[in-house]
T-cell receptor, first 116, second 113 residues
Framework: NAGVTQTPKFQVLKTGQSMTLQCAQDMNHNSMYWYRQDPGMGLRLIYYSASEGTTDKGEVPNGYNVSRLNKREFSLRLESAAPSQTSVYFC???????????????FGSGTQLSVL | SQKIEQNSEALNIQEGKTATLTCNYTNYSPAYLQWYRQDPGRGPVFLLLIRENEKEKRKERLKVTFDTTLKQSLFHITASQPADSATYLCALEGSGGYQKVTFGTGTKLQVIP
């Protein structure tokens, strides 16, 4: 049982290049998330997907696109990378249901992205 | 605008003492609040969830309170140990529904032996 798997772990891009961060979960969770973490800024929500077939913007969606490929997979795409997108990116999935006591996020190990 | 604020400065305490971390929020009406622990280079790990109709929740040496009038949660670690040193983050359900989970900036705790 791997939990939440993110790839790659590290990536260096040049300004203007594109790339896709991959995320998969094997816990049959409905909701999945992409966050970025910068020093002193905490975790900021980029996009989330409450269920298969739906995606919604978070706090900082500009410059990103997402795809909920199926229930397991949720990818994050940078079409034209900018130095401001240098950050650590975390994917997560949410267990539980409304009204229950077991809602919690499970996180991947993160992707360290540098844009030069 | 919506804000979730935690002490941005690191909290240093002596081993054995109780650490108290604060989470304040504005323009949220959350059904629940969560606390997570994050170690350097790793993703956050869930610790506790407290609902809006609960005043207090405990788990081993951890205690969380939730005051919806003050719009504040307090997170306590009793008998703190050096192994408790980490960054602690609070998280709330956002206005988009229970699935939209947003985080505070986190507080770094250092327990000194």
């Amino acid at each position: 049982n791997a939990g939440v798997t993110q790839t790659p772990k590290f990536q260096v891009l040049k300004t203007g290049q594109s790339m896709t961060l991959q995320c998969a979960q094997d816990m049959n969770h409905n909701s999945m998330y992409w966050y970025r973490q910068d020093p002193g800024m905490g975790l900021r929500l980029i996009y989330y997907s409450a269920s298969e077939g739906t995606t919604d913007k978070g706090e900082v969606p500009n410059g990103y696109n997402v795809s909920r490929l199926n229930k397991r997979e949720f990818s994050l795409r940078l079409e034209s990378a900018a130095p401001s997108q240098t950050s650590v990116y975390f994917c997560a999935s949410l267990s539980g249901r409304v009204g229950k006591t077991n809602e919690k996020l499970f996180f991947g190990s993160g992707t360290q992205l540098s844009v030069l | 605008s919506q804000k979730i604020e935690q002490n941005s400065e690191a909290l240093n305490i002596q081993e054995g003492k109780t650490a108290t971390l604060t989470c304040n929020y504005t323009n949220y009406s959350p059904a629940y609040l969560q606390w997570y622990r994050q170690d350097p280079g790793r993703g956050p790990v869930f610790l506790l969830l407290i609902r809006e109709n609960e005043k207090e929740k405990r788990k081993e040496r951890l205690k969380v309170t939730f005051d919806t009038t003050l719009k504040q949660s307090l997170f306590h670690i009793t008998a703190s140990q050096p192994a408790d040193s980490a960054t602690y983050l609070c998280a709330l359900e956002g206005s988009g529904g229970y699935q939209k989970v947003t985080f505070g900036t986190g507080t770094k705790l250092q327990v000194i032996p």
